[in-house]
Nanobody, 121 residues
Framework: QVQLVESGGGLVQAGGSLRLSCAASGSIFSINIMGWYRQAPGKQRELVAVVTNSGSTNYADSMKGRFTISRDNAKNTVYLQMNSLKPEDTAVYSC???????????????WGEGTLVTVSS
């Protein structure tokens, strides 16, 4: 059993900052990719940023320069530092991990339950 638990969401004023964390626990052999996605009310889920186990990152264009993703492999934890937040960043932010639960299993995708980020104008 694998669990992803997010923390750090909340209410912030426009221009402010928040830091999200997501810790993976349970039966984990290796984690290939960890990342963040978000879903705003009435919209489809979209990529925010991902980071590989070697540290390579990829960001959605609208987050470049404002958001920074990082990862602590020893803690199986991924972080998302969000700066210069805008009201349009309001969404449920969900953590994703592509991982192997054992050396004999193929990588699978796992999701956290999400954490709400609300940016007021």
């Amino acid at each position: 059993q694998v669990q992803l638990v997010e923390s750090g969401g909340g209410l912030v004023q426009a221009g402010g900052s928040l830091r999200l964390s997501c810790a993976a626990s349970g039966s984990i052999f290796s984690i290939n990719i960890m990342g963040w996605y978000r879903q705003a009310p009435g919209k489809q889920r979209e990529l925010v940023a991902v980071v590989t186990n070697s540290g390579s990152t990829n960001y959605a264009d609208s987050m470049k320069g404002r958001f920074t993703i990082s990862r602590d492999n020893a803690k199986n934890t991924v972080y998302l530092q969000m700066n210069s937040l805008k009201p349009e960043d309001t969404a449920v932010y969900s953590c994703n991990a592509v991982l192997q639960s054992s050396r004999w299993n193929v990588p699978r995708s796992y999701w956290g339950e999400g954490t709400l980020v609300t940016v007021s104008s």
